[in-house]
């Protein structure tokens, strides 16, 4: 058994079947998402959420600073850090 709600279950499956179900914040964090990986990869996964967030805003892709952080988050990935 589950520990959630069934239609909760329902509800997630629904929307991995069908994208156009998912809520606004869902929809733009799928397409931020690519965004984001490769802001991070084209600099050599060195910059941190701070640095990705001004580089997308730069390229005229708005976007706040805690959903970065988050997404980046999501992935694992972090910044480089000076020793």
Same mark, same amino acid.
């Given at each position: 058994?589950?520990?959630?709600?069934?239609?909760?279950?329902?509800?997630?499956?629904?929307? @991995?079947?069908?994208? $156009?179900?998912?809520?606004?914040?869902?929809? %733009?964090?799928? @397409?931020?998402?690519?965004?984001?990986? @490769?802001?991070?990869?084209?600099?050599?996964?060195?910059?941190?959420?701070?640095?990705?967030? @001004?580089?997308? +805003?730069?390229? +005229?892709?708005?976007?706040? %600073?805690?959903?970065?952080?988050?997404?980046?988050?999501?992935?694992?990935?972090?910044?480089?850090? $000076?020793?």
């Amino acid at each position: 058994m589950l520990p959630i709600d069934p239609s909760t279950y329902h509800g997630d499956l629904a929307n @991995r079947v069908d994208p $156009a179900k998912l809520s606004a914040w869902a929809t %733009r964090h799928l @397409r931020l998402t690519p965004e984001i990986e @490769r802001v991070f990869a084209e600099n050599f996964e060195v910059y941190g959420m701070k640095k990705v967030w @001004r580089q997308l +805003n730069w390229e +005229n892709i708005p976007v706040a %600073r805690h959903s970065v952080e988050l997404l980046l988050g999501d992935f694992g990935l972090q910044g480089g850090v $000076a020793e």
